[in-house]
């Protein structure tokens, strides 16, 4: 099944006391020669490595037809889509190749690797593009190295040490703001310039030794991200960006020699990624995040596996073996879902009780609950924090809510990023960014304060019945209010949630408002969703006001026009103390 001519038995696993990034021999990136025996022996034994490594062979096969990286800037600023586009090529022929395909496969990373060096540049103005171009030509040429000719080997390290690790040095000698822990832009490149530093350590013209200590100890300043407790304030779209980026060189530092700290709170952001994922595998996708059905990455295998998590590795063996069975296309939509395959954590002797409830604090605090973890269980999350988190919106007390093996309640997600100021001026002028277009409150006609401090979790309750979660909204709403608070209680049984609102000395009117694509009606107070033969109610059950249905439309013709959505609306006239009482029942 192995190709034997790959230099079995020549690279060592184990860290090397003290060396240089070159003394490892090729293969050195994740996975060395000497650990194909191991994985040879797992895929044997474990069916669902197995049917995973099938869907990843599959894809490979489905590579061989798709065509090779362009240089195509199509929004005029990003070159990311193609450097994307190479590392999933690369990846799955690459991987093929060393573990069951044939040549035509070894061939297939080559045309890969060839297309890419011969792109003008990686577009290092946008450095991400770089870093991910950099990532997809190291690990093709580090894996296919004993295989390589000389002029070959040559081709590859040139284009790596000119486009990727010169500008990279620059970008460090000057101190450039990805250089320092900011956002995943500082994972993503940190963690892919040091790996392409790794790959041709020993043909790097004296960069790789400095460029990888830069970028691992960029990346390990960046495990503040999850601090206290492991909530990545970015979003689970993100997590998954940064993240995987993260534990891509962690997990490369032991084949390289290197030693890392894995801090306690990476053990916790598999926590906090598994609790954000609901039953139906839609993720809670506040900030700047779409809502697509989530399947657990590589950077989740291998903290479930690393930590020896019981609960994350039956939640991401769970969600994988319900992913192979129902929608196994889905399983290598991921670029990097070979090394899942490889970092695939065996079954835990005693499957463990998965927790119902769980909270998080830091920039972003959030609350999650559920009544079971099977696809039908009901789901309801909800999130405190700021709009001025990396990514943020303005949706500080915005929720989710899931039942009956689909979303009800849901975010609308990220805006078009090249609309003017998306990420400057302009940004809270367009509509998804603001707290009119999330499940929680307009007070007064205003906006919530864009600079907010981070709204806190104030109280939890995460066993009996009901569960809780209290959050202080108040700074969210300093020009609209003297204090607001938002309580949920949620039934572990039967997944009724009741959200109390209380709003002191409101400014004007307040506006609670949920999203929905489900149909809608309004009877005696009852707002009924319903989709199929399934549906779920909203009433009030304190605060007097009236629902209505609105538009979910922006106010111009450049944004997402939302189509199929629409806001339930519950107004409440001014008062000096306004409490808001709304259940939810599935």
């Known amino acids: 099944m192995f190709k034997h001519h790959l230099m079995l038995g020549l690279a060592a696993t184990g860290l090397v006391a003290a060396g240089n990034l070159a003394d490892p021999p090729h293969p050195r990136l994740w996975f060395p020669t000497t650990a194909e025996a191991a994985f040879r022996q797992s895929l044997a034994s474990d069916p669902l490595q197995a049917k995973l490594q099938a869907a990843a062979l599959g894809e490979a096969d489905r590579v061989l037809q798709a065509r090779t ?19 999933h090529n690369v990846m799955f022929s690459a991987w093929a190749w060393r573990t069951g395909g044939g040549e035509e496969h070894r061939l297939r990373t080559l045309a890969e690797l060839d297309a890419a060096c011969a792109l003008k540049n990686w577009n290092p103005p946008h ?23 000389a002029a070959q080997r040559a081709t590859y390290e040139r284009a790596i040490i000119d486009k990727a690790l010169k500008p990279a040095k620059e970008v460090y000698d000057k101190g450039g703001w990805w250089s320092r822990p900011g956002n995943n832009w500082s994972q993503v490149c940190g963690s892919g310039i040091a790996l392409a ?22 990346v390990e300043q960046c495990g503040r991200f999850y601090q206290p407790d492991g909530m990545y304030p970015e979003g689970p779209g993100y997590w998954q ?21 894995t801090a306690p709170e990476l053990k916790l952001a598999g926590d906090s990624i598994m609790h954000l994922t609901s039953p139906t595998r839609q993720t809670y996708n506040f900030a700047d995040g779409g809502s697509s059905r989530a399947v657990p990455s590589s950077a989740q295998c291998w903290l479930a596996g690393h930590y020896h998590a019981a609960e994350q590795v039956a939640f991401v063996r769970g969600v994988l073996e319900r992913v192979a069975a129902d ?11 070979p090394l899942a395959v490889l970092w695939l954590p065996p079954p835990a002797k005693a499957a463990p009780v998965l927790s119902k409830a769980a909270v998080f604090s830091g920039e972003q605090p959030m609350a999650l609950f559920r009544t079971g973890w099977q696809p039908n269980a009901a789901y309801f999350a909800i999130k405190g924090g700021t709009p001025a988190a990396s990514h943020g919106h303005m949706d500080v007390g915005s929720f989710v809510y899931d ?26 002028t367009y509509y998804r960014l603001q707290n009119r ?19 806190p979790l104030t109280a939890s309750t995460l066993t009996g019945n009901p569960l809780r979660a209290a959050f202080d909204l108040s700074g969210a709403y300093a020009d609209s209010a003297a204090k607001v ?10 997944g009724v949630v009741v959200i109390e609102d209380v709003i002191e000395q409101p400014t004007g009117e307040v506006v609670w408002r949920a999203f929905t694509d489900a149909a809608v009606t309004i009877q005696d107070g009852v707002v009924k969703l319903t989709r199929g033969k399934d549906s779920i109610t909203l009433r009030q059950l304190a605060g007097g006001g009236t629902w209505n249905v609105a538009d979910a439309s922006p106010p111009t013709a450049a944004e997402n026009p939302n189509k199929g959505f629409r806001a339930l609306v519950l107004t409440v006239p001014t008062a000096a103390e306004t409490r808001l009482k709304v259940e939810i029942r599935p």
């Open 437 to 455: 277009s999330h499940n929680t409150l307009e007070i007064g006609g205003q906006l919530q304060n864009p600079k907010s401090k981070p709204c």
């Open 327 to 337: 929608d196994p296309k889905a399983l290598a939509k991921d670029r990097f879902f």
């Open 403 to 428: 039942a009956h093996g689909r979303r009800w309640l849901h975010e609308l997600g990220a805006e078009n990023y090249n609309l003017p100021g998306y990420f400057g001026g302009k940004r809270w």
């Open 485 to 494: 608070t938002r309580t949920a209680d949620f039934d572990p049984a039967t």
């Open 69 to 87: 990286c362009r240089y195509e800037i199509p929004d005029g600023k990003r070159l990311l889509g193609e450097s994307r586009r190479a590392i």
């Open 197 to 218: 530093a790794a790959a041709v350590a020993g043909h790097d013209e004296g960069l790789a030794e400095g460029l990888f200590a830069s970028g691992l100890r960029l």
């Open 241 to 261: 960006y940064g993240t995987g980026y993260h534990v891509g060189l962690l997990a490369a530092c032991g084949p390289l020699g290197r030693t890392t700290a």
């Open 127 to 149: 450095f991400l593009d770089t870093a991910e171009m950099a990532t997809a030509v190291a690990i093709g040429y580090d894996w296919l190295y004993p295989t390589l000719t």
